[in-house]
Nanobody, 126 residues
Framework: QVQLVESGGGLVQAGGSLRLSCAASGRTFSNYAMGWFRQAPGKEREFVSG????????RYADSVKGRFTISRDNVKNTVYLQMNSLKPEDTAVYYC???????????????????WGPGTQVTVSS
């Protein structure tokens, strides 16, 4: 049983930083992609960033490029999302998700991802 658990959310002022973590467990991970999504109240879930586990290739939404950095720790089976220069519009519940289909691409559509964490709240005050 694959489990994903996010941590690191919280309340921060605009311009501040947070680092989210997503710990994966339950099986041996090899060729897959991990994504971060977020969902604000009344809005659809949207792609934030993703990383391929085998080669570390990354992908970002335009709205977070230059401010967010995704990384992974192969030993700990953990993916991180470093969020800098946070804006009030970054406020949302952030989810990590696992795509174990091929690991060849980083998809930005939620429906591709098979496993999801429960989410962690990020609130950015102005």
């Amino acid at each position: 049983q694959v489990q994903l658990v996010e941590s690191g959310g919280g309340l921060v002022q605009a311009g501040g930083s947070l680092r989210l973590s997503c710990a994966a467990s339950g099986r041996t991970f090899s060729n897959y992609a991990m994504g971060w999504f977020r969902q604000a109240p009344g809005k659809e879930r949207e792609f934030v960033s993703g990383i391929k586990w085998n080669d570390g290739n990354t992908r970002y939404a335009d709205s977070v490029k230059g401010r967010f950095t995704i990384s992974r720790d192969n030993v700990k089976n953990t993916v991180y999302l470093q969020m800098n220069s946070l804006k009030p519009e970054d406020t949302a519940v952030y989810y990590c998700a696992l795509d174990m289909s091929t690991g060849l691409f980083i998809y930005n559509t939620p429906g591709v991802y098979e496993y999801w964490g429960p989410g962690t709240q990020v609130t950015v005050s102005s």
